[in-house]
């Protein structure tokens, strides 16, 4: 228990939190809307969300990234397993609609 507790004071000491991501291993993406279709109906590759629960097949095409990434490019196509369009893009899921959406580098590395 004194350990845990060293530990989490050392962490906030120097600016982190218990279970935090540091800001260069954070990418932003810049996406558009494709389309979103009921899990069941989707034939094809998925990239799994942190979702509990998948029911949507989320295609998106990335547009930009910042960081840039060498093999990720402008144009990409990917699609996501998510519980619910809207709340994985913070905003409604229209088709066409650009949206800016943050993951881990590793988890987008995965993608490639």
Known sequence: ?????TVFIFCLARGEGA????????VRLRVA????VPLKGFH???FPASDVDPRFALTL?????VPAIADLKSGTVVTFAV????LFLNSE???????????????VMNLL
């Open 19 to 26: 279970s935090s991501v540091a800001t260069n291993d954070l």
């Open 61 to 65: 095409r990335i547009d930009s990234c």
């Open 83 to 86: 519980h619910s369009p809207s």
């Open 33 to 36: 809307v494709v389309d979103w």
């Open 93 to 107: 899921a229209e088709k066409g609609k650009t949206n800016e959406i943050t993951m881990p580098r590793r988890r």
């Open 1 to 5: 228990m004194v350990i845990a507790a």
């Open 44 to 46: 094809g590759s998925l």
